[in-house]
């Protein structure tokens, strides 16, 4: 975003069927193509990996990349949770309908169009009855300066995000308390989150924003270093352990676990050391857009 | 597909006693025939019908249990996207369908102890297929047919006809564990 932009404190429209079309695109494509860093990272892993098996899997998952980008099937039937992030401009007005309802639009017409699995329940803890439409997204609004509204999806299935783990630490456990939630969370995980993973951590907030760092954190493009030394040399000390866990993928075995480690951090209460484990799979199904 | 046939053993679903006896924890295996379709509703549903005393959709006797949710057949197309979903969620209903004769399951991930004793003390098998692999699962299947439970759209109970479908013994009568065989050979000190 230009400097010049910025400065601007014109109102800047926009529609919100553009919202809503811009979401049907990305649920498409999100699902159908893996983006190139997935890729690279899966490439590299196959590259590393020691176990014959396990580059053969990681062979398995580059030709069913291929084939769905192809035959426009999605990558896994489990087309998840949409998880959607707004990264809205202070000086962008919604014109045209409500911003939260063209979003929600989106996904229900984007996995409707694209015979996409629609996977959620109402009454989560009795009737689970099936929405049919995949909807509701979950949205994550946050106002950022500047006139334009940037739009990231990210598909979440169940088997990667059911192994969300969360803990407040003592402040005295510090880094190498971090670093052990961590690589417990990946082990106990196993072969369930689809390994070799994408690790997501939040550390510091309070309880709902350090899950949500972790969840924000897996957007970042793979293998991209948190800009911070110090939470750069977190992520490379928690990979290292991660991948002599000797999970492997699909936890079959070998010595690649996880394609990548992303922290983020911020402050905490005196008396607080929150840190949260969000994973994603091998298929990491996220991409963005900007109006 | 990456996995050599030369490495493979071919068997074909309905399962006998013989050619379960033959599988070990990581062999890779190649299979073809008919396999059902049941994951988290379904299995509820089958297991109260079994509690309730009442047949069950499909003769279980010798068959195979995927657990998967496809995606939508788009036009043109039998089936969308087949992979499998994390097996553990199935586990406390495991035990009474070997019971009543289901001879193996294909899934992801480990399985509970109890699973796994069972596994032995039935004779049966657990596979595992690729996760995340849905549109090159998608190759291997040949015929879909709607057996029950149809108001439970992506959870319904399926029989599929399927050619070729690569999967791996994850446990075998033996007491054989691949995720446990495997994660012994690569995991390095400090863990």
């Given at each position: 975003m230009s400097n010049e932009v910025v400065q601007q404190s014109k109102i800047r429209e926009i529609q919100a069927i553009q919202v809503t079309q811009a979401i049907i695109h990305l649920c498409q494509q999100a699902n159908f193509s893996l983006g190139k860093d997935v890729l690279a990272a899966i490439q590299k892993a196959q590259a590393e990996e020691k176990s014959p098996l396990g580059r053969d899997i990681l062979g398995q998952l580059l030709e069913n990349a291929a084939l769905a980008d192809r035959e426009q099937l999605p990558l896994c039937q489990d087309c998840g949770v949409t998880v959607v992030f707004l990264e809205i401009g202070q000086n962008v007005h919604i014109n045209g309908g409500d911003l939260h309802s063209a979003v929600q639009e989106g996904v229900r017409q984007g996995y409707a169009k694209t015979y996409l699995r629609k996977s959620m329940v109402a009454k989560p803890f009795s009737d689970r009855i099936n929405t049919t439409d995949n909807t509701p997204a979950i949205i994550h609004t946050e106002i950022v300066p500047g006139d334009r509204l940037k739009i990231t999806i990210m598909c979440k299935g169940a088997g990667s995000e059911n192994m969300?783990?969360?803990?407040?630490?003592?402040?005295?456990?510090?880094?190498?308390?971090?670093?052990?939630?961590?690589?417990?969370?990946?082990?106990?995980?196993?072969?369930?989150?689809?390994?070799?993973?994408?690790?997501?951590?939040?550390?510091?907030?309070?309880a709902e924003m350090a899950m949500l760092l972790a969840k924000k954190s897996l957007i970042r493009p793979v293998g991209s270093p948190n800009l911070d030394p110090e939470v750069a040399g977190l992520e490379q000390e928690i990979l290292e352990r991660v991948n002599a866990l000797g999970v492997g993928t699909q936890g079959l075995g070998g010595s690649i676990t996880a394609l990548a480690v992303h922290a983020e951090a911020m402050p905490a209460h005196i008396g607080s050391l929150p840190v949260a484990v969000n994973l994603q799979c091998h298929s990491h199904r996220h991409r963005e857009a900007i109006i | 597909m990456t996995i050599e046939k030369t490495e493979t053993i071919n068997i074909t679903s309905p399962l006998d006693i013989e050619t379960v006896e033959k599988l070990h924890a990581g062999d890779r295996v190649l299979l073809?025939?008919?396999?059902?379709?049941?994951?988290?509703?379904?299995?509820?549903?089958?297991?109260?019908?079994?509690?309730?005393?009442?047949?069950?959709?499909?003769?279980?006797?010798?068959?195979?249990?995927?657990?998967?949710?496809?995606?939508?057949?788009?036009?043109?197309?039998?089936?969308?996207?087949?992979?499998?979903?994390?097996?553990?969620?199935?586990?406390?209903?495991?035990?009474?369908?070997?019971?009543?004769?289901v001879r193996a399951m294909i899934g992801k991930g480990s399985r509970s102890a109890e699973v796994r004793e069972s596994i032995k003390e039935y004779k049966a098998v657990y596979f595992v297929a690729t996760g995340g692999a849905g549109a090159l699962l998608h190759r291997t299947i040949k015929n879909v047919e709607p057996v029950a439970y149809e108001d439970l759209g992506a959870e319904a109970v399926l029989r599929l006809l399927v050619e070729d479908f690569p999967l791996i013994v994850a446990n075998d009568i033996y007491g054989g564990d691949v995720f446990e065989q495997g994660r012994a050979e690569y995991r390095r000190g400090g863990n």
């Open positions: 969300s783990r969360f803990a407040i630490l003592k402040p005295s456990e510090g880094r190498q308390g971090v670093v052990d939630f961590v690589v417990k969370a990946v082990d106990e995980a196993g072969a369930n989150p689809c390994p070799p993973l994408v690790v997501g951590v939040g550390i510091g907030g309070t | 073809s025939g008919v396999i059902y379709v049941a994951r988290d509703a379904a299995h509820k549903r089958l297991v109260h019908a079994l509690d309730q005393g009442e047949e069950l959709p499909f003769d279980p006797k010798g068959q195979t249990l995927y657990y998967m949710g496809p995606s939508p057949a788009p036009p043109g197309r039998k089936i969308g996207s087949v992979g499998p979903t994390t097996s553990t969620r199935m586990d406390s209903y495991t035990p009474r369908l070997l019971a009543a004769g």
